[in-house]
């Protein structure tokens, strides 16, 4: 009923920028928070950045300053800007969004697919 596409993963080097675009789409009434996250090889999937319908924005230690979680809500589409990229930021990146759908009075979590982020030094 909801799909989560995600795009603009890739490769580059340490130091550059990567811009990742999340759109939902389905029987959307409204979407709360949208988050990114990030899996690495051998370790548990981690929370990068969150943001609220209102705006409120939360961040991993790890990205603040370097990372920027922006959303559209007009086109149910979340983004994630990466500057400064490290080789430790090397991971699948996945969407999600705690979506309220039309005609039901609760939510549910959907992901997206994940898009690989690669950082090379």
């Known amino acids: 009923q909801v799909q989560l596409v995600e795009s603009g993963g890739g490769s580059v080097q340490a130091g550059g920028s990567l811009r990742l675009s999340c759109a939902a789409s389905g029987s959307i009434f409204s979407i709360n928070l949208m988050g990114w996250y990030r899996q690495a090889p051998g370790k548990q999937r981690e929370l990068v950045a969150s943001i609220t319908s209102g705006g409120t924005t939360s961040y991993a230690d790890s990205v603040k300053g370097r990372f920027t979680i922006s959303r559209d809500n007009a086109k149910n589409t979340v983004y994630l800007q990466m500057n400064l990229l490290k080789p430790d930021d090397t991971a699948v990146y996945s969407c999600?969004?705690?979506?309220?759908?039309?005609?039901?009075?609760?939510?549910?979590?959907?992901w997206g697919q994940g898009t690989q982020v690669t950082v090379s030094s």
């Open positions: 999600n969004a705690d979506v309220e759908l039309i005609g039901r009075m609760t939510s549910d979590v959907y």
